[in-house]
């Protein structure tokens, strides 16, 4: 166990549902992140949270919207998301954004019908 | 343009039979290379970052080493449970750029 963990585990959803992603992080870290793993491609940095505050957004779609309410919690809101939005979602923690080692969750695997 | 490669993108070996990942990286101002281990249905896993080049670290049966252009992954003596993917990262300024992996499966 890394210390981060992510609900629900498994994800399935059409493309007119609205859902939520849950990370929650056990160690007092400061800085959260949102990564999507598809197959044969780079882990790719989504959405950066630095004390609670977001710093980093690389050119995610609006379909896509985080939510930090305090630094030990993130969140990430799915609606009308298109099938090749199907991936492993990510999350991760670090003491401070200029950090190094960070601490992944197990993920929660996304299928988009 | 900032980019990291790995190869080979599968591996097996039997038991035993030492050898090596590679990871190539083209980034300006490199502040790290990092290895992760990522087994399946699991997040990737820290193993090692890399400075400088000629820095080795080693953890069991793992070594990472790095020069100017690329790292490598050594692994002596793999059992098994050494079977899972192998991520490579470079880091420059706040921005990490990751490879797709090396999958390396360890036939007993």
């Known amino acids: 166990e890394t210390g981060v963990t992510q609900t629900p585990r498994h994800l399935v959803m059409g493309m007119t549902n609205k859902k939520s992603l849950k990370c929650e992080q056990h160690?007092?870290?400061?800085?959260m992140y949102w990564y999507k793993q598809s197959a044969k491609k780079p882990l790719e940095l989504m959405f950066v949270y630095n004390f609670k505050e977001q710093t980093e957004n690389n050119s995610v779609p609006s379909r896509f919207s985080p939510e930090c309410p305090n630094s030990s919690h993130l969140f990430l809101h799915l609606h009308t998301l298109q099938p090749e939005d199907s991936a492993l979602y990510l999350c991760?923690?670090?003491?401070?954004?200029?950090?190094?080692?960070?601490?992944f969750g197990p993920g929660t695997r996304l299928t988009v019908l | 343009e900032d980019q990291v490669t790995q190869s080979p993108e599968a591996l097996r070996l039997q038991e035993g039979e030492s050898s090596s990942l590679n990871c190539s990286y083209t980034v300006s101002g490199l502040r790290g290379l990092f290895w992760y281990r990522q087994d399946p249905g699991k997040g990737p896993e820290f193993l090692f970052t890399?400075?400088?080049a000629g820095e080795e670290k080693e953890k069991e049966r793992l070594k990472a080493t790095l020069t100017k252009k690329e790292s490598f992954l050594h692994i002596t003596a793999p059992k098994p449970e050494d079977s899972a993917t192998y991520l490579c990262?470079?880091?420059?300024?706040?921005?990490?750029?990751f490879g797709t992996g090396t999958s390396l499966t360890v036939i007993p």
């Open positions: 160690l007092g870290h400061n800085a």
């Open positions: 990262a470079a880091r420059t300024g706040n921005q990490f750029y």
């Open positions: 991760a923690s670090s003491q401070y954004r200029t950090d190094n080692e960070q601490f």
């Open positions: 890399l400075y400088s």
